[in-house]
């Protein structure tokens, strides 16, 4: 069949639909054809800009409003902005899905939405990243993945406060939204958000000391030195595993 509705959309990434419905997205038609609308609002949760989900896989899968419209693009999710402030960090990612589920999971998100806009307004997006230490970014296990990170960590104003969360490498998940949906499968979203905020503590954990001698050439951010002992008792006040790297409670030895 050709098009999405919200429902169809709502059992693919493994989301409630009145969940779905809380963000104000709504079934619609493009070109005639079902469609998601998917609005865009400002920090103060009004709607500035929005696009549409035209499929789950079959390019194109989005389409932005008409130019008559005269919208500009803003990143998805502007008014989580606040909570990001709060918990001290935020997560980077492409598109809309992986916020929706990290917002699920009151995880502070923000969807950039395609390396091409944030090329043509990135310089002045960053300007919403303000006051916010941690940007968190989960590579995905593809080149558009190593461009994505790439584009952000080449941007002014970022720099030192990036930090790539090895989603893919630790898990062997292509992204945050196939992690999810495997975890909801097999009824372990405890798990899965154990997952994340281990990977964000070791985030929070770089960017908050000093840099010198921690760059690795061409690779991005390295694993934060950390103690021995603050690992394992992160480990037992939260969770069963500890990631990145995945260590099991009990098998840790030196």
């Not at 395609?114 to 300007?127: I, L, M, R, S, V």
């Not at 503590?201 to 934060?224: M, N, T």
């Not at 992160?234 to 840790?252: C, H, I, M, S």
């Given at each position: 069949?050709?098009?999405?509705?919200?429902?169809?959309?709502?059992?693919?990434?493994?989301?409630?639909?009145?969940?779905?419905?809380?963000?104000?997205?709504?079934?619609?038609?493009?070109?005639?054809?079902?469609?998601?609308?998917?609005?865009?609002?400002?920090?103060?949760?009004?709607?500035?800009?929005?696009?549409?989900?035209?499929?789950?896989?079959?390019?194109?899968?989005?389409?932005?409003?008409?130019?008559?419209?005269?919208?500009?693009?803003v990143p998805y999710g502007l008014q989580i902005?606040?909570?990001?402030?709060?918990?001290?960090?935020?997560?980077?990612?492409?598109?809309?899905?992986?916020?929706?589920?990290?917002?699920?999971?009151?995880?502070?998100?923000?969807?950039?939405?395609?390396?091409?806009?944030?090329?043509?307004?990135?310089?002045?997006?960053?300007?919403?990243?303000?006051?916010?230490?941690?940007?968190?970014?989960?590579?995905?296990?593809?080149?558009?993945?190593?461009?994505?990170?790439?584009?952000?960590?080449?941007?002014?104003?970022?720099?030192?406060?990036?930090?790539?969360?090895?989603?893919?490498?630790?898990?062997?998940?292509?992204?945050?939204?196939?992690?999810?949906?495997?975890?909801?499968d097999d009824g372990a979203e405890n798990r899965?958000?154990?997952?994340?905020?281990?990977?964000?503590?070791?985030?929070?954990?770089?960017?908050?000391?000093?840099?010198?001698?921690?760059?690795?050439?061409?690779?991005?951010?390295?694993?934060?030195?950390?103690?021995?002992?603050?690992?394992?008792?992160?480990?037992?006040?939260?969770?069963?595993?500890?990631?990145?790297?995945?260590?099991?409670?009990?098998?840790?030895?030196?």
């Open positions: 069949p050709v098009g999405i509705t919200l429902e169809a959309y709502a059992v693919a990434k493994r989301l409630p639909v009145n969940f779905l419905e809380s963000l104000s997205i709504k079934n619609a038609t493009y070109d005639l054809n079902p469609a998601i609308r998917i609005p865009y609002p400002n920090e103060e949760g009004k709607e500035v800009y929005h696009r549409y989900r035209l499929s789950l896989k079959a390019e194109p899968r989005f389409k932005a409003p008409p130019a008559t419209l005269g919208l500009k693009p902005l606040q909570h990001a402030r709060e918990a001290g960090y935020l997560i980077l990612v492409e598109g809309e899905s992986d916020p929706q589920v990290l917002w699920f999971n009151d995880i502070p998100a923000l969807g950039i939405p395609g390396t091409k806009a944030w090329k043509k307004f990135g310089a002045e997006w960053t300007a919403y990243l303000q006051d916010i230490p941690a940007l968190l970014v989960p590579v995905e296990a593809d080149g558009a993945g190593e461009d994505f990170w790439t584009m952000l960590h080449h941007t002014s104003g970022l720099d030192g406060r990036l930090y790539r969360m090895p989603v893919a490498t630790s898990t062997g998940y292509k992204d945050i939204g196939d992690l999810w949906v495997a975890a909801r899965f958000k154990a997952i994340v905020e281990g990977q964000v503590w070791a985030g929070k954990k770089y960017v908050a000391q000093p840099k010198e001698g921690l760059q690795h050439k061409g690779a991005g951010r390295l694993l934060p030195t950390v103690s021995l002992k603050e690992i394992t008792e992160e480990a037992a006040e939260n969770q069963d595993f500890f990631v990145y790297p995945v260590f099991r409670k009990g098998t840790l030895v030196l």
